[in-house]
DNA sequence: AGCCATTGTGCAACTAGTTGCATAAACCCC
DNA sequence: GGGGTTTATGCAACTAGTTGCACAATGGCT
């Protein structure tokens, strides 16, 4: 449950409406936690019932009027609390790798298009960090803040670096394959082959699955 | 959307059962793309009502009794169709960020410890991903499923090199930082200082936000 | 004065994923 | 043959996130 504490660091570091959290998410916070304004709106709705965030006194706090919030001091020390307890860390899940799993079964047409695709947006969002390391982590700012800062924006440097070396590797690897190819073969269509009952101690070490000891099952 | 078409995938592979599927999820899908038990079973209903896949014909198809699922031809048709389609790629979400960015706010005390934590898990995953591709993605094994499974696997492989790398980075940092520090300054606290009306396009090259110039509002 | 684009707040309905629990058959073991 | 564990399927309720839309105030234009 991070959106809300995401809000309130927003918050601590500068007051704002919901609006204003919303293009700040755009902008910044959004590249490692994006939300909606409508998140964000129900989300200070929620903050504010619990005694974590209070308006500013405005004079018409009507509807289409601006209404800016600071966090109260419980707020802060529910941030603080969460900062600093435990939480697992999620496994990453990317449609991608669905998607070429799903390729060697299926056929490769018409991937290589999207992923090149991808490398490229990949390509502009490592460039607008790097900008933006330039433009703002140059020598001297090194407070502690700005430490931290950094290694977020490290993060998400490393991250895009990531994707663009492996989208190109995979993109040659494609250019390797048979085209369109590997449409089906290997896999058992119905008939129990070779599997029946035997499942699950099979020959190697361990976790073998899809039968003919194609390593299908594991990465 | 991917459940579903995950689970035609790993159907097309070998017909199986939803605990069969669960626990296929659980060692090989699940690395990219995990799911519950409760999730694939509702999907299987799904997929099964929209003539995608049906039940294997058994005996007593009763409650407690195995139900295996096959994948029509609709269902093939319909995997190769997404897989084929541009999708977009999802922002890295990580809540780890989010508790970096706070921790910026409100102190580091205690996210240290964590980020240790999370440095053994991730070690230990790319532990288990190395151990993998050495048993199965060998000299031999370069059929054009083998390629593109080696290609999910090694993308685990570089996340999980990625996450040890940045994380051992962060907290060397870490040591380096005022202890529990941070606590607060820099953050108007309620005050319209320095930026007031002026949001939106003041000094630099575009986007300043927090106030005084600090670099908070971008990475 | 009338119109319309922009700014800002919000409800409602939906999709995806998680958690907790219920239940039934099978297997095993004494 | 009675009792506990394992295997297997599933319902219900909940949380998080997304999408589509409604509507109020404001400011500029003409």
Request: negative net charge; aromatic residues 8%.
């Amino acid at each position: 449950m991070s959106l809300p504490h995401a809000i309130l660091t927003a918050l601590l570091e500068k007051p704002s409406s919901g609006l204003e959290l919303t293009r700040r998410f755009d902008r910044s916070i959004g590249y490692f936690w994006s939300a909606t304004h409508q998140q964000i709106y129900r989300e200070l709705g929620k903050l504010e019932g619990e005694g974590y965030i209070r308006a500013l006194p405005a004079e018409r706090p009507a509807r289409g009027q601006k209404k800016s919030y600071e966090v109260l001091p419980a707020g802060r020390e529910e941030l603080a609390r969460w900062t600093s307890a435990p939480q697992e860390p999620r496994p990453w899940r990317d449609a991608l790798f669905v998607r070429l799993r799903a390729a060697a079964v299926v056929g490769t047409t018409g991937l290589e298009e999207d992923l090149q695709r991808h490398l490229t947006l990949h390509e502009r969002q490592l460039a607008e960090y790097e900008e933006i390391e330039k433009r703002d982590f140059g020598p001297g700012r090194d407070s502690a803040q700005d430490r931290l800062q950094h290694l977020i924006l490290r993060a998400g440097i490393d991250l895009e670096t990531f994707w663009t070396q492996w989208l190109r590797n995979a993109l040659t690897e494609f250019e390797r394959l048979p085209d369109g190819g590997t449409s089906d073969a290997g896999a058992p269509d119905g008939g129990a082959s070779e599997g029946g009952a035997s499942e699950g101690g099979a020959s190697g070490g361990g976790v073998p699955d899809a039968g003919g000891g194609a390593a299908a099952e594991r990465a």
